[in-house]
């Protein structure tokens, strides 16, 4: 079974192509689990998401493609959400969806996987900003709010690496996690990005796994060409660590299905 379930709409002001169009693409490509997760609306960063008056407008797309599409392929509903404690607000959590992924794109109010931003880096302490990152996951499972970890390893974007080992801290979060029944998904973004992998690094996988923490799959696709994205290398890197099967979720309730 094939599962992709990061992907966006153009309600995020950055990213094209209709709904529709995302759906007969992944039938195209042979997915069997495909899910929206748009970006959650926020009184923060509004440029680069839906407006909360939009969310019917999403939803009721979602439901209408899931009912045209049924039999061809599983529709699911999602919102990625920033984990901004002070921006969140409670209605998000109240919107019936399959499953809820939970990012960190931010720390503090710094967009650090944002190219417009990125000169901060030269301002900063590189592994303050990697121990703060991982605190700021390990308080996004800690929540109980989410179901799937986004790009765990999203701070490497640009090839700042952190230059001291961090494995006591990745531990932490990966417990956390664990503690939390969260997936991490495998994002094939990364690939499209400076960085040039999949978000997490093989090592950090090897620890998920050690850790029995389910993965799932992810293109993040901001455009119809990225839907599918470097499925094939993703799926075989999960396999090559000893995965066999991923999470899937309907009504928050996990399912681990062999892909
Ligand atoms: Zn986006
Ligand atoms: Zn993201």
């Known amino acids: 079974m094939h599962v992709d379930l990061h992907n966006h709409t153009s309600l995020c002001n950055h990213a094209t192509g209709t709904m529709e169009e995302y759906i007969i693409k ?32 999403y939803l009721d797309s979602l439901k209408t493609l899931r009912e045209k599409y049924v039999g061809q392929i599983e529709i699911l509903s999602a919102l990625e959400i920033d984990f901004l404690p002070q921006f969140m607000e409670d209605s998000l959590f109240k919107i019936p969806l399959d499953y809820r992924i939970g990012a960190v794109h931010f720390l503090g109010d710094w967009g650090f996987d944002n190219l417009e931003f990125i000169r901060e880096y030269a301002k900063r302490d590189i592994n303050d900003c990697w121990v703060e990152y991982f605190k ?5 499972a800690n929540s109980g709010k989410f179901d799937i970890v986004a790009h765990i390893d999203l701070l490497k974007i640009f090839k700042y690496f952190p230059t001291k080992d961090l494995r006591r801290e990745i531990e ?5 996690i664990k503690r939390a029944n969260m997936s ?8 499209r990005k400076e960085v040039g992998e999949q978000y997490p690094s093989r090592e950090i996988l090897e620890m998920c796994y050690g850790f029995e923490i389910p ?4 293109s993040d696709a901001h455009a119809i060409n990225q839907i599918n994205f470097k499925r094939k290398e993703i799926e075989a890197l999960a396999k090559d660590v000893g995965y066999t099967k991923c999470a899937v979720y309907r009504q928050r309730e996990q399912e681990l299905v062999e892909f």
Do not use: Q, W
Not at 31 to 51: E, L, Q, T
Not at 172 to 176: D, H, I, V
Not at 184 to 191: S, T, W
Not at 215 to 218: E, N
């Open 26 to 57: 992944a039938i195209e490509k042979g997915i069997d689990v495909f899910g929206f997760s748009c970006h959650n609306p926020m009184a923060f960063d509004s440029k680069y998401r839906m407006r909360f008056e939009e969310l019917p407008l």
């Open 136 to 140: 700021a996951i390990e308080m996004l």
């Open 172 to 176: 932490t979060t990966l417990k956390a």
């Open 184 to 191: 991490v998904e495998i994002n094939a973004a990364g690939f």
């Open 215 to 218: 993965i799932t799959f992810g």
